[in-house]
């Protein structure tokens, strides 16, 4: 699979979401097996990662927070330097020593992971600035989630890249949940984007498990950062399919909610979508499926042949 950078045709925006989730499902399958670290997967997700990500230009910089593995692979990450990255073995992307909760990928511009929820939003806003005073034509781009949004540092980074003009597009995901906190328990209305207008940003939701919406959309919000060099906040409306973290435990979600959920399924919505505009067999999709799990298996055995870092590595690559 050529990883980066990809034409967003219909085939591939579903083939991206399919490795994506594919990767997700190797995550859950290590934890059936044994121990394994925790990590927050972004299953349900995968159309708001791919379709933003698939807007943005090489040159663009992305922020993310802890459920960063979409985000990372949308951009073309190689998914066994992901897993030995998680694994905390040394042919991860940080050499093991980020682990799932700080990863970044210089190469591909995924340039932090934040594990401090919220702690993403200001420092895209210095990136913005960072951009803004070196003439770059360049945009930083953050995702952060609901519950970021109800954090005073929202309001900070919004309000100062608002007044200071910064090249800056948040990403809002409104999947519902905010760790074992249904986002019902600590915010009033359903969405997060009519909060830009306080801050004199422009401001749009979209359903984030509809991948071509998600694409249009994030184009146009992309452009208007790029050539206008002003904050947008999108939000991707978008659901949380599996527990906070792996191993999945979902004991305190209402079965109702899943089962209204469960069929919007990005990956679903667009397999019916392919196959109803003949862009997809029924077989071609489970070819399509059965090559990013043998991706996946891979990734798995490139990480777990990769060694654990040198005791003797311990003090470099690291800032004091
Ligand atoms: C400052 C801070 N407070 C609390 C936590 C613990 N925590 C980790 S994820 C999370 C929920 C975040 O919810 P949201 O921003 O909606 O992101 P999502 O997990 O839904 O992607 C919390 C409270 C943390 N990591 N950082
Ligand atoms: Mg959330």
């Known amino acids: 699979m050529n990883h980066y950078p990809f034409k967003p045709t219909p085939r591939a925006l579903l083939e991206r979401m399919l490795f994506i989730r594919a990767y997700e499902e190797q995550i859950a399958d290590f934890h059936t ?20 990500v698939a807007a943005l230009e090489p040159q663009d910089l992305i922020l993310t927070n802890h459920r960063s593995a979409g985000h990372l692979l ?23 020593k980020s682990g799932t909760l700080h990863v970044s990928a210089k190469e591909l511009g995924v340039i932090l992971t934040s594990t401090i929820v919220g702690g993403e939003l200001s420092l895209a806003t210095g990136v913005g600035l960072s951009l803004a005073m070196q003439g770059s034509d360049a945009i930083a781009v953050c995702f952060f989630g609901d519950g970021a ?17 910064l090249p800056v597009l948040y990403v809002c995901e409104n999947n519902h949940w905010q760790a074992f906190v249904h986002r019902n328990e600590t915010m009033l209305g359903d969405r997060i984007s009519p909060r830009a207008a306080g801050y004199g940003v422009e401001g749009l939701t979209v359903d984030g498990n509809d991948v071509e919406a998600v694409l249009a959309a994030a184009r146009e919000a992309a452009d208007k950062v790029r050539t206008t060099r002003k904050p947008f906040l999108l939000e991707t409306y978008t659901y949380r399919l599996r527990g906070h973290m792996e191993p999945n435990d979902q004991s305190y979600v209402d079965p109702a909610e899943l089962a209204f959920w469960g069929p919007q399924d990005p990956i679903l919505r667009m397999k019916r979508s392919l196959l109803e505009r003949g862009l997809a067999t029924e077989d071609g999709l489970a070819e399509m499926a059965a090559r990013a799990r043998e991706a996946m298996e891979a990734a798995a055995a490139f990480a777990s042949a990769s060694p654990f870092p040198d005791p003797a590595e311990l003090l470099t690559d690291v800032y004091a």
């Open 33 to 52: 097996k044994g121990p394994f670290p925790h990590v927050c997967t972004s299953v349900g997700q995968e159309a708001s990662a791919v379709g933003v």
């Open 74 to 96: 949308a951009r073309g990450a190689d998914p066994g330097r992901v897993l030995a990255e998680v694994m905390g073995r040394s042919g991860g992307y940080c050499k093991g």
């Open 149 to 165: 949004a109800a954090e005073g540092i929202f309001h900070e980074s919004l309000n100062l890249a608002a007044v200071w003009q």
